[in-house]
């Protein structure tokens, strides 16, 4: 079964940082894109960043940039996102997503993990 | 961006209509760079569409998409009660992929 299981959300005040990982079961891992999709409350999808399947390619919307980072392990199957000084806006419900494509980067999102919150608040 | 919008915002249809959602895009779009999505209560996004009319592994062939350039459409045939969900639009051909504000669909 193909599977995606993040972590590491939870309550930081404004201006800390939060470092959210995603482990992958099923398939090969180092043959995919990863991403990183988020959904603030009541609201829709906004992709925040992704990465191609060595990590030398990444890609963040503009709203992250310069604040979050991403990253892969490919020997640990595992992709993380470092979030530092996190504002309010940031809050939302964070998924890990699998790209479609085998060995580039489509960014179409064909598996998602069920997510972790993330609350950025005083 | 390419911003997408979706209408109507809210749908609501009786189990056997046939439900047509539509997505328009603030620029043309290639239709092999666009997809839908389905979000059911409580549960993670799953992809339903890709490439304008691809179905993904595992979506019935009641859901079909359709367009071009800047209009494009998901349509559900025979509703069913399971279809209760948020369906959102995807362009994927410019960076940064965004999505529409989702389309609520209701059954009666």
């Known amino acids: 079964e193909v599977k995606l299981v993040e972590s590491g959300g939870g309550l930081v005040q404004p201006g800390r940082s939060l470092r959210l990982s995603c482990i992958a079961s099923g398939f090969k891992f180092d043959d995919y894109a990863m991403h990183w999709v988020r959904q603030r409350p009541g609201r829709g999808l906004e992709w925040v960043s992704g990465?191609?399947?060595?990590?030398?390619?990444?890609d963040y919307a503009e709203s992250v940039k310069g604040r979050f980072t991403i990253s892969r392990d490919n020997a640990e199957n595992s992709l993380s996102l470092e979030m530092n000084s996190l504002r309010a806006d940031d809050t939302a419900l964070y998924f890990c997503a699998k790209d479609m494509s085998f060995g580039a980067r489509t960014n179409v999102f064909d598996v998602w993990g069920q997510g972790t919150r993330v609350s950025v608040s005083s | 961006e390419v911003v997408l919008t979706q209408s109507p915002g809210t749908l609501s249809l009786s189990p056997g209509e046939r439900a047509t959602l539509s997505c328009r895009a603030s620029r043309s779009v290639s239709s092999i760079y666009f997809a839908w999505y389905v979000q059911k209560p409580g549960q993670a996004p799953r992809l339903l569409i890709y490439g304008a009319s691809g179905r993904a592994t595992g979506i019935p062939d009641r859901f079909s998409g359709s367009g071009s350039g800047t209009d494009f459409t998901l349509t559900i045939s025979r509703l069913e009660p399971e279809d209760v969900a948020v369906y959102y639009c995807?362009?994927?051909?410019?960076?940064?992929?965004?999505f529409g504000q989702g389309t609520k669909l209701e059954i009666k």
């Open positions: 995807q362009q994927y051909e410019a960076s940064p992929p965004t």
């Open positions: 990465i191609n399947w060595n990590g030398g390619n990444v």
